[in-house]
């Protein structure tokens, strides 16, 4: 079994900065794509970046270069910097990880953290 573990998020006020991490614990596997999601009162889950294990990201025009997120494949840990923070940010942000188990790929994802962006 995999378990990612997210700790971070809280409040932060417009124009601040915040850095999001997620650990992978467990034994045996192999990460390919870490990332995070983001999910805000009322709307859909929506990714917000990846990265592979080579360090290639995918990161959306909505946070492109605010957000830069990175990863340390040693510490099967990915990381997420936000900077100017605005309060449409706010959301529960998730971790996501695609997992090579018992020569089974699957998704897997931590437990969420908030993160509130207001004054």
């Known amino acids: 079994q995999v378990q990612l573990v997210e700790p971070g998020g809280g409040l932060v006020q417009p124009g601040g900065s915040l850095r999001l991490s997620c650990a992978a614990s467990g034994s045996g596997f192999k990460i390919y794509v870490m990332g995070w999601y983001r999910q805000a009162p009322g709307k859909q889950r929506e990714l917000v970046a990846h990265?592979?294990?080579?360090?290639?990201?995918n990161v959306p025009d909505s946070v492109k270069g605010r957000f830069t997120i990175s990863r340390d494949n040693a510490k099967n840990t990915v990381y997420m910097q936000k900077n100017s923070l605005r309060p449409e940010d706010t959301a529960v942000y998730y971790c996501?990880?695609?997992?090579?188990?018992?020569?089974?790929?699957?998704?897997?994802w931590g437990q969420g953290t908030q993160v509130t962006v207001s004054w």
């Open positions: 990265i592979t294990s080579v360090g290639n990201t």
């Open positions: 996501n990880a695609n997992v090579l188990l018992d020569g089974r790929t699957r998704g897997y």
